[in-house]
């Protein structure tokens, strides 16, 4: 940095008449990638190479000089090699002093290593200033111009200057830097790209135990019990009634389940008489995917919907129709009219009508959840929609199951094997989320829990 | 530009090698998270408080001082407060003199004070730089980094200095300031966050009442009616049958009052011959909803496709299939056989075919309006999608209606007291703009129109 | 701010305390809705006119002068006028040496002139520092502040610093900047807003000229040949029938077309025994193309599913119903009892509940494929949904597709005038992928093609 300031000093982003070189070390996909974007955005490119006349592949309009050569071109380095290479940086360190190394590496495993790859730089190199970017972009992206993938770059670092440098060219190149703090961040940022869906994992599992729980349930009550007990062979209830069981009541109580943590939020709240002390771990994790439980939720209720309206297609139900009708056709042939049976015609049409607005609200609360679309709402738009047409979709949801599977309550033949049916199981939840619910917005409660909400606090020591 | 030289020099943003110290005066929810989220970003943070030791809440790499000597460390300082007690920084005014002071105050009623939070800061303390910001974030989307609700931070201010000083935060934080102008703006920008839907107001308002007629009209005609001249007890049609009556024709004239506006404006254009002059404000309003009013007739549309699919699963459903094929089988039973009716089966599949191509394109003006789509595509895609498909899935939902309920027009039952079926109800605005549409499309008006559009005056003194 | 006022000096980005004056040419449409827009970010705005008195529809807060006045008060001149009344500006040469002129103009025609109509600028005053940005907004979205259509204004230039300059501005209006390089992109800007959906052309040509055929071949095989050889007029079967086989088998076909590339891809690898070789332009430009054939086969698929779905609704299924009973009935009458066919209800049950979990996988892929979800992954979770997930749908969907049409095969009466039925067809390509997919991940032939991924080469001379 002492030799070359004049030339820093020009670095001032965009003062000068032309941009400043880069250069990059590697000639790999991604260094050449990156050089192609950079080119087309203005910056002259030279690489830092083995061999100067490696390939075609390397854009056309850059330079391709030794290691230390390109080096003493640039202020700012890229550091396109893998970590395993780093070490021949080491006699280049003069050259290097000063100069802006960017670490983009990644690695194969999550934590493959103790300290994170641009640390591990910075220790081989502590002249340079190292900062940690562009390694959640892929080459791939950044040379075909498709920004189907993430556009944001993670960029973190202990210079502050040298990672202005870097997120202007990051803005450089229409993408979009945040800046995650020191080089200690280095460590999360490599490990964004190997992370799959971490915030689906609970979720995820959660519904895959549950799901095969409820499926096993329905086998052993509506196929074995069956078989043993009545001699018949419904095994082929596996592939679409017992579906349409277990989705339905998975819905429901992953549904409840986003609004339980509130609940049992608020009545923390209550209890310590403050707001300002932290939820214990599990709820703050509970609260932070309750986005993950809706969406699965709303699959389950949609796959729930499509397998029943299968149902007339199904060689069982056309079976059963037939049967139906002739037994009704048998009154007709003795000079009976079966009378249509209104009670029954209500309650199947009311249990589809409520099913059918509260798939319609969860709908519309999986459509807000959409980035973009809950980025064009306020705070208050999004609470209304996340909590106040939240509670109505599973009011609906409730009512849909309450109506449908009531009668089962007090039939006998419900409780195969003295078991309930997994429809009663399925209205646990809800209901007392519904039940506790009710109770909190009563104003007795109600006004205390806004109050603690505002800030007030029954003993203000607690906060110290 | 050789002359300012200098100036650009200065240009260069955070030549510096620190980020500048920022002080909060406030250590609430909202100014605890944004200190942690500054900290994170690099910035030192120096609260101002009353007590210097108030809370483990704090981050724990900020310092905590009295207000003066916190406001005296930093040239920018950030007032957490409530707007009532602004008045305990009159007697800061002082060291307070020549700083940023940034309002992030919200209130809790639209327009609740004569003059914005901001200008009231300003009016208190005239030797300071107010700029309005932050108000429309969350604490809670601050501190969990989950940034679903909206990323966009709203900026005002007189000083142009100052509000590229905040904004500059702004972008360090990873959020995306727009600037809105001078401190009047800060009114606005204050009542942003205690919106709900102000666009969606008019559209829902219109539906529901236009739904609650229709529903009402369909109870008396097809509950009331039949009770009283037929002495049917149809009373469970509320659920199902008649919300699948309203649904349609609700989507159906919620559809043609989205392309009406377009028709009106291409009138009125035509008849002042200039398309320098406003429209009338009404229309400008109802253009504006177009949007709304569309994704509302969608959701209709979808119910009412529901709806129609879960009519085979109904009590009555079933009850009346079975009428008809005994009524069949009594022909078999005769050694008659009834044969398949041609002219039904063409009606029948073309009204369901018609349907389903119009719903799909519908679904597919739907997706489009989604903000991360439409962002996607240029100008001419948008209108070509909104226009051309738009009046596509019109033509197909109107020409649907009519093969379904033609068939009513000229029986005299669908006149029950002397009043006409909704279906005929919801022909007329879809009826009426297509072919007002049709006649302007004809080259003898879409000539003289696409001139005017283009930027010719019939009279050109109108535009003076 | 007294003591540490140098460091904030550097600060402060644009340091000057008033934003610099810019000025239009032109006061039309999208000349008065920029100024408009400018006024409200902060920026003094003056217009050059012919005639300075023009309209009202000026903001009033903008001066009106003629050109040369108004060209000496800013640095930056938006050039707000057609290309075709571009010489005007010869005469104005002198004044507008050194300024920044911004080009904002669009063609009717892609194409239309030989160069661009930035360079053409560019050629007449070379005096200026030609800047071509703003083509891509429209009027309309600026002036309502609709953000509907894209907010991406793409820029370039010769001069970087005057570059620079006009970004800032584009920034400073809330949009955002994406540098296209030097001039000579002028030509590739002004062809966007003229582009309808290029990426989409080939597969929805692809995709009309496949469902023709198609379409045809069924009426053909279902229509014509039943008509002449069973002297039955099925002809009602255009609308639903013949419509839902074709659906099924578009949808399928493009979705084993959107993973044939990746395919062709690794066996090209494998043969070369390299990556480092381009791939031909046939497999490039269908490899970029697959997102959108897979959204056609989406919406192929969606219709295959209401289509579906609404057939108990027809008049035909309700005949063919009641054709069906009735035959049961006869044996009921004759006391015998049809029992249930459980090979029948397996194989039913699952192919809908396959085509039911195949449709859901690949709704999933539609959602991760809308920009904002995909913007909001990272690209190991991406190609984890668009691969993983992708090829469990298709083998979901293909089997789908065997268990119902895999009778067909045996049947002769499937190869109607010795031609095979449109099942068979469909699954050829499908079939296909998977049998070559599944050779590919045996670990003898996946092994190797990891490792060339990987970079390793076969013959390393090749990439010489």
Chains 1, 2, 3 share one sequence.
Request: charged residues 15%.
């Amino acid at each position: 940095m002492n030799k070359n300031s004049s030339n820093t000093m020009a670095l001032a982003p965009n003062t000068s008449n032309k941009r400043e070189t880069v250069c990059i070390f590697g000639t790999g996909d991604f260094g050449r990638a990156l050089g192609h974007k950079m080119i087309q955005s203005g910056y002259p490119v030279v690489y830092g190479s083995r061999s100067t006349q490696i390939s075609n592949l390397i854009p056309k309009d850059a330079e391709v000089l030794g290691h230390a050569e390109a080096a003493q071109k640039a202020a700012i380095i890229i550091i396109a090699i893998q970590r395993q290479h780093y070490n021949f940086l080491i006699p280049l360190a003069e050259v290097l002093r000063g100069k802006v190394l960017v670490d983009i590496s990644n690695n194969l495993k999550l934590n493959q290593y103790p300290e994170s790859n641009a640390e591990h730089l910075a220790q081989l190199l502590p002249g340079s200033k190292v900062v940690k970017a562009f390694n959640t972009v892929s080459a791939w992206a950044l040379q075909s111009g498709t920004l189907d993938a993430s556009r944001q770059v993670f960029v973190c670092g202990d210079d502050v200057e040298a990672k202005q440098m870097v997120m202007n060219i990051v803005r450089a190149l229409g993408l979009t830097p945040l800046d995650k703090g020191s080089l200690l961040a280095a460590q999360e940022i490599e490990n964004y790209p190997l992370q799959l869906f971490p915030m689906w994992k609970f979720p995820i599992f959660l519904s895959l135990g549950l799901t095969a729980f409820f499926f096993l349930y329905c086998v052993a009550l509506d196929i074995i019990y069956t078989y043993i007990y009545e001699n018949n062979d419904f095994s082929f209830f596996i592939a679409i009634t017992i579906p349409n069981r277990v989705c339905p009541v998975m819905a429901l109580i992953l549904l409840a389940l986003v609004y339980l943590p509130g609940i049992f939020a608020a009545i923390i709240q209550l209890y310590r008489g403050t707001k300002y002390r932290r939820f214990p771990d599990w709820l703050d994790k509970w609260m932070l995917c309750r986005k993950q439980l809706g969406l699965i939720a709303l699959a389950f209720a949609s796959l729930h919907v499509v397998f029943t309206l299968v149902t007339p297609m199904r060689a069982f139900a056309s079976w059963r129709t037939g049967k139906g009708i002739i037994s009704q056709a048998s009154f007709v042939l003795n000079n009976k009219t079966e009378p249509l049976d209104h009670t029954n015609a209500w309650l199947s049409d009311s249990y589809l009508a409520l099913g059918i607005l509260g798939f319609f609200l969860f709908v519309l609360l999986g459509i807000t959840s959409l980035p973009s679309v809950s980025n064009n709402v306020n705070w208050r738009e999004f609470r209304f929609v996340q909590s106040k047409l939240g509670y109505l979709a599973l009011i609906l949801c409730t009512a849909h199951t309450l109506v449908y599977g009531g009668k089962w309550f007090l039939s006998p033949s419900a409780y195969k094997w003295y078991l309930p049916n997994i429809y009663m199981l399925s209205l646990i939840v809800p209901c007392a989320v519904l039940v506790v619910k009710f109770v909190l917005i009563l104003p007795c409660v109600d006004k205390p829990l806004t109050q603690i909400r505002q800030g007030w606090e029954r003993n203000p020591k607690y906060s110290k």
